[in-house]
Every structure is written in C-alpha cells, then in structure tokens.
C-alpha cells in the first residue's frame, strides 16, 4: 500500500499550533505516511514538534466557516434529514457543500489532537478543503491495522545497527544463568514451532520431571494452551511462582491427571502451594459454564486457592477514561475533584494490584510457599502481578536493565498482547474492542512502588514515562504485536530495533537510572492504604505546570548527587 | 525508680506518677504501662515492651473526656484526650483512695490559665546559644526591603498602641499623611486597623497593604480621610493607575456585615479602586471542616471512601481558595504592577493568610529558613493574629467560638507550595510540623497572646524562650 494515497494535502503553511505551556506558534504542518510535523521558523532559532501519527488517539474537527445563508440551509436541512449526531458528520457535510461551492475561500478550520501519550494539541488550519484533508489524512494514518507498514520498520537511526541484539534475554539465556534451579527444573523446547502455546515464547521453563508429552496434554487443558510454566525462582528458599491460564474443567468438571501431576511436581515434597486465581470464587464458578473453571480442592489437594477480584477488559478501560477526562477538567472546582478521582475507580485498581501482588509475595518469600498464578486467560493481571511481586522480592529486578529484561520476560515473550491492548487510549472515540490498560496499570503500581522507596529502584521515573508513551506508539518494534510468534513471522526482531537495547545506551541509560539508587536485598512490601496510593502525576497532569517543577526537581536532585560524587573523589 | 527514667526540661517538674495504666492504642490494642504527669506533659512508658513511650505535651490537649471502658473491672476508669493536633489517645487506669486523681492533676496542668496557675513557657529554663527573639527586627525587615522611601515613611504613631491596640507599634505608611488624618482614618476602620504596608515590590514599588473592614455601615457612611489614604497608595506607585482592593469575605457575608456598621469600599466613592471579593469563609466554617478531618483521619480511615471523604470535609477547597486568592494578589502585583489591599473583617485571620502567602510567592527571601520565621513574625505575630484566641492556649473552655485552626490552615498551604516547587524552599516538612507542634506546646512564648502589645506587658521576651532559638540552635 502506497501512504501517499492517504495524503491528499501534505503540506499547509500559515498554521497555528497551540498547546498547554506554550504561546501559539506559526509555521509549516507537514504529514507523512508516519508523521506530523510542525515547524515554526523564526529570524532566530526554528522549533519541530514531530508526532508519530500512531500517537494519535482522536481527532476532532471544527470548521470556522463564513458560510452563506443558502449553504447554511442546505446543512441545516441536510443534518436534520440524516439526524447526525457529532460534529463527524456535520463536518463531512460541510465538506460536500464546500467542494460545490467555492464560496468558502476565506473559511479555515481547527483540528483538535488528542494524543495516546494525553498530549492535546490543536491546529489552526487555513483552508477548510485543506484541513479536512489532513484531518481524513490523520485519522486513516494513525490506526492502519497492518504491522509491517508502522514506523518501527522504517526507523533508522544512525547510532544503532539493526545487526545489534534484539531484546535483552532470551528463556534460555535466564535457564542458564539460574544454576540453582537447574537440578529441579529444565528447559522445554515443546513450543518451538509455537504449536503447543500460540502465546508463549520457544522455550519454557518446567519442572524436571515432566516430559514433552506431558506438557502437550496438559496445554490442551489449558485455554489457549497457556500450560503452567515457572516464571520466578526464589533464591532464598528455593520456592517458585507458576503462570497460566485457567484449567477447562467446564461444566461436568472434567480432569485431567497430567496436569495434576505437573502441579504436584512443582510442589515436589513440600506440603503445600498456592493457587492465586485473579477472579472472584464467583466469577471462577461461573467461567465453568463457558468452558473454563478452576483447580478443585478434590482433585488439587495440596493446592490451596485464594481468589482475588482483579478489573480487566472493558471495565479496566472505562476506568482510564474516566480519570483522563477528571484530570482533563479545567473547572477549578475542587469541590469534585477528589470524588470524580474516586469514581473513576483508577486508584483502587492499583490498589487491587499492588495487594495481589504483596498477597503472592507473602505467600513466596514469608510463608515459603510455591504459588499458581492464573486468571482466565493467563495473559493480563497474571503477568502484572507476577511481575510486581517479583519487584517487591527480588533486588536484581530492581535494577535499570533488571526491570527492563523482566518486563521482556514477563510481558514481551510471555504473550501480552500489546497490539490488541493499546490500540487505543483514553481519547477515543472508536468502539472499544480488545482494549485494555493493563501494561499502563502495572506502570502506575510501579510508580507507586518508586515513590514509597525513592532509593530502592535504579531506574527514574522518566523510563516509566518512556514505556508509557512507547507502549501505545514507538519508532521502536518492543511493543509490536501479540506474541513471539507474530514478531517471529513479521520479522520483528530483524527489521526494528529494540527499545530495551536503546534505552541501554550510555547517554540514555543516565537519564533513565535513578541517582539515589542503593541496592537493598530485602524484600520491599509497598503501603497499599488508599492514603498511600497517589494520582501518578507525573503521566495523568505530564502535560500541566505542575510536572515541570517536578522535573526541575529531579533535575536538581540528579546533579546534586553528581557534584556529591565528585566531592567524594577528590 | 520510675521517675528517673523520665526526661525533664530544664524547669518541668513532676507532679504524679501512675502505675498499671493502660494505653488503649488504636492500632495495637492494649499496652500496659506507667503514666507520669508533669506540669509540661504526659509521658507513657511501657512494661513488656521496652521500646514504647507515648509523650505527649500538655498544651496540645483540648480538652479531657472519661470515657466508657468495659471488661477493665471495677475502679477502673477511662480516659480520652483529645488533643489539636489529629489525635485522641486513650488510657484506661485504676482509681486508689491515696491517689490524687488523673484527671485532677491533667486538668490542672493543661489549662493553667483556667486554675490561676502559669502557662509552661514561663517555667522552661532551658538556655540556647542563639536568642531566637532577635529573629525578628521590623526595622531591618523594612530596611530590607528598601524602606523607607520617598512615598513610604517608618512611623512611630503607634509606639505606645494608643492608635491601634492590635497593631505593632511599628508601621509603615504613606508619607503624605498627618497624624491627625490617620486617626481619623482609624476611627473609620474596624478595630482601628489602618491600612500600612506589608511588601513593596522592589521593582515596580506596588505593594500590599492591609487593613480591617472600613466601618460603613447601613446608611454608606464616607470618611474622606480614608478615600484620601487610599489615593495617597495608588498615588505612591507610579506604574498603575489603579488600586486593587481584596476583600478575603464572601460578598453575601460582607453585605450582612455593611448592616451591622461594617461593610467594603465603594466603587463609586473610592476612584479608580477596583473590589474583589475572595469568597473565602470565616473562621467557624474552618473550625468545623478540619473537625470533620480528624474524624475521616483518626483512629481508622473508610478505605473504601477515603478520597470522597476527604473532599466532603472542604478542608483542600478552601486550601485551594486560599491559594488562588494569594495567587490573584501576587499576580495583580507582579504582573499588573497595581498595589492592592487586603482586608476581611477585623483584618487578622483571612488578611493575615492572604497577606504572607502572596509574599511567599512573591519573595524568595521568605522562602528561605530565616525568611520564613521573619515572614510569621511579622504578618501572623506582631500583626496580631490572635493566637491566644485561635487556639486556646492554656484555656478548658474548649468549645469557645473564638477558636479556629487559621495558622494550620496557612501551614498547609505553604506546604502544598513545597510540595509543588520543590527545590524553591529551603526548609523541609518537618520544620513545618515542628512550628504546628509548637503553636500549641506552650514550651516556647513565640505563640502566646493575642497581640504585640500584650506580650509587652506579660515580658513575654524577658521570661520565656522563643521557637526560634530551639529551631535555630
């Protein structure tokens, strides 16, 4: 497919951009097959904004047109025929009379951007064919479905080779480094040509005991064939965290003995483990009647299962929403503002997660128990409380590249799908499909986890603000697709380069490592008290004044410890 | 054996010692423990747990309440105080014949004043190397800010509070002024609170002065003296025309007040003046919203409404009025270069508030730790915020109407502008919990009375130790 199909209009000049912050600005909007670029030229120096059209989540257009009595009519009668019902319509009418009329030289239109990253920018733009050009530009641009016509394979920069390593680990990269598991647990290459598990990587980790064949039944008792794998292996007692996906047991309650033996070889000869189900008893039950269920007590005795009500899906979604359109409210009327906070049910999500997390944590590190974890599909609030426990009981996740390499474990080759996940945000209008803030939500709890012990991560809060935003757009291909076996197929790791390794850079790598940083080796267990649990202001108000102080700060605080440092040495 | 474990200040002395006292602790349940009462404060110690020691001074108590405890056996009574600053701990005790009573000796030494007895401050012997009282100096402070000048004159008309008994006996006014002006001013102000200056913009000389309510009344009476002296100000900045005056009330309560012989500047009577209305609450209403606080905060906190409680308080609504209002005077000065003034309705609570954050805005010196302490010294302190009143020092009349949480409220807000610019101030939190410990801990003389002109007559400076010198140290 050939872009400039999609650009009718590429170029305007005379337009004006404004932003939060800024004076209106005017100069040259250009679009191209992944762009937006502004770029002002003044006598002195000459400013860039350039948006990745992907970045888009919403348009909205406005047209500010002298137009005639007559065509005001037509409208009129026009939109009352066909009973439009958004400003879409209106303005795709107005369009039409323009074309046949072209009375309308003088008329301009705003375009209104409303960005995943929740930039707001609008654009004053002359000429109303123009605008609507680049607006029906806009809108067909930034949601093309096709994967290997995005930005990341197209990207080139100068620094990096496309030769470099792509991601930071691989399943059998982290086998080998852990020697202390190896006498118990190997590494399964029954996925290898993804036929077992679509969603998982190549390789797994499992226990010793249980071959291939075992593996491959007990897939097909699991949705999606998400089999239990081992995800975390604790150091300290050697106790283990297992994922997948819910058993499908279904309505006559049908067994299946492998995967209790698998279960039972992870327990191996301690007395018990914990299944963490991130349902509701309730909703467990009722997921029997669809086909799924759950590990009976009868059937799992040394199992014992702890159910936790975690938000997904669309509920997740609407949350998001509602908090970006509170944050987005400009009333000044604090009268509301903590009420419309709490209504938007964003912070108890995080709450939720950060105390599923502790409860799996405990479970691991004070009880000395092996946990499952699961849901119903194994692939959203399994991995974010799989990951946040292991931030809270691991200091080598704690690290820069630690937390990077555990997200690439636990999100990227884990089968997180990304693609369907964030392929719209907060702005939206589309109708919502397979949308859900999950990887956002992890990023807040872990915000939440930085602010409690400023010294106990070694990455900054920029880095979180970084996947953030490349999460939902990216020169880079990390967060393209659905599994390993998409990114395989498309050649991902071939054509793109990799955010991990790029944010590794030793410029980068400054700006995104925490300057107070000291590694501590205890377990680091987070409040979860609402009163301890803050609007990440940083992401929802990055656009405002407040954030830039905030910025200042941390600028303040990084070279303080600098200059300290260098004092330290002479 | 006990007593000795306690540690005294210098001048406090113990007045009883309980044993088999119970701390009904809101978190862990019960720790038995011994209870010593001193003429400065409470101290709890425990006997299992070594580590744990409650101490709470005596001046931070409001007032003393029995209470209702079960299972404790007969003789037993209980005992809740409930203290100013966000919490009510809880004891429970045996009551013996020999024994003078808890409550007795509590009430006796928490509210002084109540049982002719002296506040704390006038006990405490403890010696600092820095004498916190020079902290402040009015004459330096204007001298720093680059007064007098050809518009502005040091006058001593109140040297001896005979113009304004609530006023410093330094102020600053216009220098085209005769005395005999500015007492007719006086009689035409609330309280006989004048306008005088608080800051003057180093650049453009706008400033901010503040005043109480001119005494209007029903039938719109004129004083054209005080028309004059507001000229005189709009006249001292030659870069606006204009003079901004805020009226912290809301303008239905300053229309009631212009009834009962207050009221606000008229427009029409007053040229080239504009009037704004803040619509900032009195002091009842603020009382109240941080009661309701105390009672979202402590002992436990609903999780599950935790936010929609906090905003049904109204505690961070007029945080934000507050806020908005001292930011639409430090902006009318430095961006619109016009003087403004600042009043309520006797000019000491609201004016006082509006008044030292708009210069914490507006003047980095204030931000800094010093700075800070000349800030509350001059606006709150000498000013005549009144202390005693507001917060009851020493006082068992605990539902007294007059009190109310005005200089909490301020130290919340300057500690939303901490939070919000972190590196502009020099101090940290705990510097602002330390003054609050100290605005009701009676330790230091720093906060007592009501005005300038009271401290003068109870040698406040001579016989007690100011905050400053223990912050100082």
Redesign the interface.
């Known amino acids: 497919m050939e872009f400039s199909e999609h650009i009718k209009t590429a170029n305007v000049e005379d337009v004006v951009l404004r932003q939060p912050l800024h004076p209106p600005s005017r100069g040259t909007l250009c679009i191209t097959g992944h762009h937006l670029l502004f770029s002002v030229r003044e006598e002195v120096s000459s400013r860039q904004v350039l948006l990745l059209l992907r970045n888009i989540d919403a348009i909205e257009k406005r047209v500010n047109a002298p137009i005639c009595i007559s065509c005001l009519i037509t409208l009129f009668l026009k939109s009352f025929l066909t009973s439009v019902e958004n400003l879409f319509a209106y303005s795709g009418l107005i369009s039409n009379a323009g074309r046949n009329e072209s009375r309308i030289s003088g008329s301009s239109g705003t375009i209104t951007i409303k960005c995943k990253d929740l930039r707001v920018l609008q654009l004053d733009i002359p000429g109303m064919e123009q605008c609507l050009n680049i607006a029906r530009s806009i809108e067909t641009l930034s949601c093309l479905d096709c994967v290997s016509e995005m930005y990341p394979f197209f990207y080139r920069p100068s620094d990096i080779s496309l030769q470099d390593q792509w991601g930071l680990s691989t399943p059998e990269k982290h086998y080998t480094q852990m020697k202390e598991l190896q006498d118990r647990w190997r590494l399964s290459t029954v996925n290898k040509d993804y036929t077992v598990c679509p969603s998982y990587p190549p390789a797994v980790i499992v226990p010793m005991d249980v071959d291939d064949d075992v593996l491959k039944k007990v897939a097909k008792f699991r949705q999606g064939g998400r089999f239990p794998v081992l995800c975390y292996y604790h150091r300290k007692n050697g106790m283990v965290i297992m994922r997948s996906s819910q058993p499908l047991t279904g309505a006559n309650r049908k067994r299946c003995k492998e995967d209790e033996l698998l279960l039972q070889a992870v327990i191996d000869t301690s007395d018990k483990g914990y299944i963490i189900d991130t349902r509701s008893s309730q909703q467990a039950q009722q997921a029997r009647i669809t086909g799924g269920g759950f590990e009976s007590k009868s059937c799992y005795n040394r199992w014992k299962r702890l159910h936790r009500h975690m938000e997904r899906g669309k509920a997740l979604q609407e949350s998001l929403i509602k908090v970006v359109e509170a944050c987005g409210d400009n009333s000044?009327n604090?009268?509301?503002?903590?009420?419309k906070?709490?209504n938007s049910k964003w912070?108890s999500h995080v709450q939720t997660a950060l105390s599923t997390a502790g409860l799996l944590a405990e479970c691991v590190e004070r009880d000395g128990h092996s946990v499952l974890v699961h849901g119903s599909e194994g692939i959203d609030s399994t991995l974010l409380i799989s990951t946040l426990a292991q931030l809270i009981m691991d200091p080598s996740c704690r690290t820069l590249e630690g937390f990077l390499v555990l997200l690439e474990r636990e999100w990227v080759q884990a089968g997180h799908p990304f693609q369907q996940r964030c392929a719209h945000s907060a702005h939206s209008h589309a109708r919502l499909q397979q949308e859900s803030p999950v990887f956002l939500l992890l990023l807040d709890c872990v915000w939440q986890v930085w602010r409690q012990f400023p010294l106990a991560l070694g990455f900054s809060e920029a880095l979180l603000l970084k996947l953030a935003t490349e999460a939902y757009a990216s020169d880079y291909g990390t967060f393209l697709c659905n599994s390993d076996q998409e990114r395989c197929a498309l050649g991902v790791k071939e054509k793109t380069h990799c955010l991990f390794q790029a944010v590794l850079r030793p410029l980068e790598r400054e700006h995104y490592s925490n300057p107070l940083y000291e590694p501590t080796e205890l377990a680091i267990w987070p409040s979860v008290?609402?009163?301890s649990l803050q609007l990440w202001r940083g992401f929802f108000l990055r656009w405002t004044q407040?954030t830039r102080?905030?910025e200042?700060?941390q600028e303040?605080i990084r070279n303080m410890v600098t200059e300290w440092g260098k004092m330290a040495l002479s | 054996m006990f007593q000795n474990q306690v540690p005294l200040l210098p001048g406090e002395s113990i007045q009883t010692t309980v044993k088999d006292v119970m701390y009904i602790c809101p978190f862990s349940g019960l720790v038995n423990g011994t209870l010593t009462i001193t003429d400065y404060k409470l101290y709890f110690t425990s006997v299992e747990k070594e580590s744990f020691i409650l101490d709470v001074n005596l001046g931070v108590i409001s007032r003393l309440e029995t209470i209702s405890v079960a299972n404790q056996g007969q003789n037993t009574k209980g005992l809740e105080l409930v203290c100013k600053d966000m919490r009510s701990p809880r004891f429970a005790y045996k009551t013996e014949e020999s024994h003078p009573d808890v409550v007795n000796v509590l009430t006796k030494h928490a509210f002084p004043l109540s049982h002719n007895l002296s506040l704390f401050a006038y006990l405490y012997k403890e010696q600092f190397p820095v004498d916190g009282w020079k902290v402040y100096d009015p004459m330096a402070e204007y001298r720093r800010q680059g007064l007098p000048n050809e518009s502005w004159t040091i006058s001593k008309i109140n040297s001896t509070y005979e113009l304004c008994d609530t006023y410093p006996s330094i102020l600053v006014i216009p220098t085209n002024i005769t005395d005999e002006d500015i007492k007719r001013v006086a009689v035409f102000r609330a309280k006989h609170r004048i306008p005088v200056l608080s800051w003057i913009h180093p650049e453009s000389q706008a400033t901010i002065v503040r005043c109480s309510q001119p005494l209007v009344g029903p039938s719109d009476r004129r004083c054209k003296e005080d028309e004059r002296f507001l000229q005189i100000i709009m006249d001292a900045n030659a870069q606006s025309h204009k003079l901004t005056i805020f009226d912290a009330r809301q303008s239905s309560v300053a229309d009631t007040n212009k009834a009962k012989d207050g009221g606000y500047e008229s427009e029409s009577f007053y040229s080239n003046v504009e009037l704004n209305f803040l619509e900032i609450p009195n002091i009842h209403v603020m009382r109240e919203s941080l009661r309701k606080m105390k009672d979202v905060v402590y002992p436990t906190i609903d999780e599950a409404h935790w936010h929609s409680n906090i905003d049904q308080t109204h505690w961070l609504e007029y945080i934000r009025l507050l806020l908005a209002g001292a930011a639409k005077i430090a902006d009318k000065l430095e961006s619109g270069k016009t003087s403004v003034v600042v009043h309520c309705s006797d000019g000491w609570d609201r004016t006082a508030q509006l008044s030292s954050l708009a210069m914490l805005m507006l003047d980095s010196y204030y931000r800094t730790l010093r700075g800070f302490q000349v800030l509350v010294e001059k606006e709150w302190i000498s000013f005549g915020h009144r202390f005693a009143a507001r917060v009851g020092h020493g006082d068992e009349n605990h539902a007294n109407s007059e009190r109310s949480p005005l200089f909490v409220q301020f130290m919340d807000c300057v500690w939303q502008m901490t939070r919000q610019f972190p590196a502009a101030f020099e101090f940290n939190e705990l510097f602002l919990i330390t003054v609050l410990d100290h605005l009701y801990s009676c330790l230091f003389g720093t906060f007592l009375y009501n005005s300038e002109k009271e401290r003068a007559a109870k040698d406040v400076q001579t016989s007690s130790v100011s905050l400053w010198s223990y912050i100082n140290r």
């Open positions: 000044h604090m009268d509301r503002w903590l009420s906070l709490e912070l008290h609402p009163q407040q102080h905030l200042e700060a303040e």
